[in-house]
């Protein structure tokens, strides 16, 4: 296999496997393409490359940029923007981190603060509040878990991850 094929292949499967996490498919191509990149390049070379619209890679060239996950260059003397995507995976896993609790776990733990307030005056409301309280100390227990992991040094994250797996 040479360096072209093992590329689309990577960007394919970095596709496929942000869509099993929610997340768009040609977003994660994009990233995916920028992330492999030897140097970086400009929503024209995306689009080509990817064979997607102008408005698509251009939307999710500012999505990423909105995620933290690739930035913007300019160069002297041209009229064109260059991206680049952040390779350092520690950096890439937090910002990851960081939008999907912004995104989904800070939300659901507002409603979740909200309906833990229902009165409990029959077994119905007993049973839900019950659900609603376990699912609320899960939650929150959750986010002070990536708080924690969110703050802690990247060599330390590392070491403990390779602890895990080699165990």
């Not at 992330?35 to 390049?41: D, I, K, M, N, T």
């Not at 307030?117 to 990536?146: M, W, Y």
Request: overall charge neutral.
């Amino acid at each position: 296999m040479d360096v072209h094929e093992g590329k689309q292949k990577f960007i394919e499967s970095w596709g496929k496997m942000a869509s099993d996490w929610g997340i768009n498919r040609t977003m994660a191509q994009v990233h995916a393409l920028l992330l492999v990149a030897h140097e970086p390049l400009t929503a024209d070379q995306v689009m080509e490359e990817l064979n997607i619209s102008r408005g698509n890679a251009n939307m999710n060239i500012r999505a990423l940029m909105d995620w933290g996950l690739v930035h913007k260059q300019l160069r002297a003397g041209e009229r064109k923007e260059y991206f680049f995507a952040e390779k350092d995976m520690w950096t890439v896993v937090r910002q990851i981190i960081i939008n999907r609790k912004k995104r989904e776990l800070e939300p659901m733990l507002k409603v979740l603060d909200e309906v833990v307030g229902v009165e409990e005056n029959c077994p119905e409301s007993e049973s839900f509040c019950a659900v609603v309280r376990d699912i609320r100390k899960f939650s929150h227990k959750a986010n002070q878990t990536l708080d924690t992991l969110l703050k802690a040094d990247p060599n330390w994250f590392t070491g403990m991850l390779l602890n895990t797996m080699v165990r």
